[in-house]
């Protein structure tokens, strides 16, 4: 097929980093790594994990007749005031899915141009049971590290994955070069550097992470406010530990809706927190990720 009857997606028109395709395939890896997951209690309290994994080991159930998955990359900055560095500005999850509803625009725009009959589509970031970071490194933006993230080479790992599933041959999707690096290797920084010993390394060299140990996992997936049962280690939201010591760490600049509180975080003492009242709460993070978490847990995860 000649290069102008493919679709090329350019990702800075869009404002992402980087795009990749894979075809939709089932996996059955998927499904064991799930059930082994949930199995070993790792989950902590996350019971939607347990629901539809059908859908994760089969994404074309999500969008009937789909073939191909469309990944994207999403850059955001680093942590201020206990807060991880993705929710410094306006939710991730609809500033993404923003920007992905109009490469769908364009993708539609091109299932016309092709003369194709049909075209649906449907836009994910990380709110749906999508495996985005399994589809995300066979699409070919990285490689999934011992530390459980995406790490691309080129870009690092403050990066967010939004998905695009389609009906469109995965044939009319422009070729990409192969990756040059596909494993972090023997490091181990990762293991190390967590605070808690949340990251627990597998036979196959990959880790799974603990939540019942996972900081991130208590400040902000955890429904309780009874105290800390791990040491929070100044985080009040989120945590970057094992992310800030990887050797892939880069600094990418941040979409701007993805830090507009930064400033604010930055300089706001646990004092103003612990006196912060819901309206001012919601005037500065009202759209923020923060509110997944809400004010009287932050409080309690001073």
């Known amino acids: 097929m000649s290069d102008n009857k493919k679709i090329a997606i350019d990702p800075s028109a869009f404002g992402f980093l980087d795009v990749a395709y894979t075809k939709i395939v089932t996996n059955s890896d998927i499904r064991k790594s799930f059930d082994e997951y949930i199995g070993s209690g790792f989950c902590a309290d996350m019971d939607y994990l347990k629901r539809n994994v059908d859908k994760r080991t089969d994404p074309s159930l999500l969008v009937e007749g789909a073939s191909t998955i469309v990944c994207f990359l999403a850059p955001y900055g680093k942590a201020n005031g206990g807060v991880a560095g993705f929710a410094q500005g306006e939710d991730y999850h609809s500033a993404v899915k923003r920007k992905l509803f109009e490469v769908i625009s364009f993708l539609k725009q091109e299932s016309s141009r092709m003369g194709l009959s049909s075209f649906s589509a449907r836009a994910f970031v990380d709110s749906a049971p999508v495996a985005e970071r399994f589809w995300a490194a066979r699409s070919g933006l990285g490689f999934i590290g011992r530390n459980g993230f995406l790490i691309s080479p080129q870009f690092g790992l403050r990066t967010i ?9 995965f044939e009319l999707f422009a070729d990409r070069r192969p990756l040059a690096v596909t494993s972090c290797g023997d490091c181990g920084r990762c293991a190390e550097a967590c605070p808690s010993k949340a990251l627990q390394w597998q036979k196959d060299g990959f880790s799974l992470v603990d939540a019942r140990k996972c900081i991130s996992y208590h400040t902000i997936e955890s429904h309780s406010t009874a105290g800390h049962p791990v040491d929070f280690n100044g985080w009040i939201f989120g945590c970057e530990e094992c ?7 880069k600094e990418v ?4 809706e993805l830090k507009k509180n930064s400033g604010y975080l930055l300089n706001l003492s646990r004092r103003e927190w612990a006196d912060m009242g819901s309206d001012e ?3 500065h993070f009202g759209d923020s990720g923060l509110k997944r978490a809400g004010l009287d847990k932050i409080k309690s995860n001073l």
């Open 161 to 169: 994955i939004g998905e695009i599933i389609c009906n469109l041959p």
């Open 243 to 249: 992310l800030d010591v990887c050797p892939w760490n």
């Open 253 to 256: 600049p941040s979409w701007e």
């Open 281 to 283: 709460f919601n005037v």
